[in-house]
């Protein structure tokens, strides 16, 4: 009998082996690699769906980019947006919408979610409204030419260095007044002086408040109020608001300068004032209540309205000292009522009151102007100025000099003294007051009566747990924002 050799079979047993073992180690780490990838791409792909959860009434009045953590309930937290992306992975590793998956479709990676963290956020209202400051800034700096803002510069400028915004003509005035009444003369004079006070009419009129002379009927004002107890700056200030930990945003712009431009620019083009109001807001006069901070329509217009007259004065006081004919008009007039009462020597004072009264007069003119759409130079010169001495003593409002008057067309307008007074307002102060309006607002749609900024969420970062059913585990840590 011959013996059989049986080396071809003991070979290729062993290259099976080896083959075989490297075969089903390529298919592992294709598994483990596959899994791997596919985690990563889920959790971005997840991430992703929940900044598309954008607040769309928020993006739509004021063109801002948020999560809103409590997605329309009346609680906010991390908690609700881990449960959203726990869906969004979910739904992204689930196969039940493959067409007959159970007979021709096998996940070779089998991997589920086991968990989500979040390990940090980055709130709308951190480092006191920094965040929503800085985003306000970016959704406009492409609509915005930064040659306004050298503009803005010059008048902050002249408005320093000739004290504009400090000045207290009104009180100057007054103790002038008095300084006239408190002179000892005979009681025949003493009427005489007060019969024949050239400001007597201009003080009558102040008495009845600028905007029942600058506007054509104060009841049509808007008459709207806001409760800011609950609101965001409310609650900051009682330390009552959530708070993120993710780093503070980097600035885009070298001069801090800059940024605050841009945040008051945004102001101005997202919320209302007088002149531009929408009837949806919580506030018809909102730019004004940035500045103001009263709780309603008319009384932050008025204090605007003030503080205007009150810088317009200063300025046109500045002019007619320097103006050495209308500085020789009010010292002839005060000369000529002295010799009829036979006191020259109240001559000085009674030149500080006509020019003093004169100034006003002409302010409230340049409010007017302002308020009904025209400019007013921020320093007036012999072509700009309205009034003449006696047209503006007898408090008529269409008494001009006939010389030209206050140009439409040259000068600041409203929106400009509204920037100058936006730039003089304390940034902590203003933003806490311009989140109050967007969060007012916002309440006022529907399905949004709980609405918080501090729920708000402009980033965030995740701690995403996966794992497999071949054994593989995975911790992928993401962090995502607009």
Known sequence: MKAENGYLTVYMSLCLTVI???????????????????????????????????????????????????????????????AHLLRYLDKNLSSDDVFLSGLFYRDIVDLHVDGVKTTGV???????GAVFRRRAAEAIQDDIGLSLLEELKGWLTTIEVNGLDTADLQSEKEAADRQLSQIEISETEKVSVETLNPTKILEE??????????VENEELLSRNTLDFSGLVYDRMERNEISRGNLPPLESKWTEEMTERFLFQEYLLQYMGRYGQESAEDALRYQVEYLIAGKNNDTENLRSIANRI?????????????SDMEKRSEAELMADAIC?????????PVLEIVIILGW????????????????????????????????????GTS????????????????????????????????????AMNMVEADIRMTSGNEAFCLDGCYDGVEFDIYMSSGFGYEYRLTRRISY
């Open 359 to 394: 100034a006003y007069a002409e302010s409230v003119y340049d409010v007017r102007t302002l308020l009904s759409g025209g400019r007013i130079p921020l320093m007036k010169n012999r072509d700009s100025w309205h009034y003449g001495l006696e047209g503006a003593l007898s």
């Open 20 to 82: 075989l073992s490297l075969c089903l180690t390529l298919i592992d780490g294709a598994r483990r690699n596959g899994a791997a990838m596919e985690a990563s791409c889920v959790a971005d792909i997840g991430l992703q769906s929940v900044l598309a959860e954008y607040h769309r009434q928020l993006l739509e009045q004021y063109n801002l980019f948020a999560v809103d953590s409590s997605y329309g309930t009346a609680e906010h937290g991390s908690y609700n947006t881990e």
């Open 339 to 347: 010799s009829a009462i036979a006191l020259p020597e109240i001559a």
């Open 205 to 214: 009129k102040r008495k009845l408040g600028i905007l029942r002379q600058v």
């Open 309 to 321: 007259c009150a810088i317009r004065e200063a300025a046109n006081a500045i002019y007619l000292w």
């Open 122 to 128: 980055s709130i709308y209202t951190d480092d006191n």
């Open 398 to 433: 269409e008494s001009g000099t006939g010389e030209g008057g206050a140009s439409w067309g040259q000068g600041l307008s409203y929106a400009d003294y509204l920037r100058i007074f936006l730039s003089l307002t304390g940034l902590d102060k203003l933003t806490g007051r």
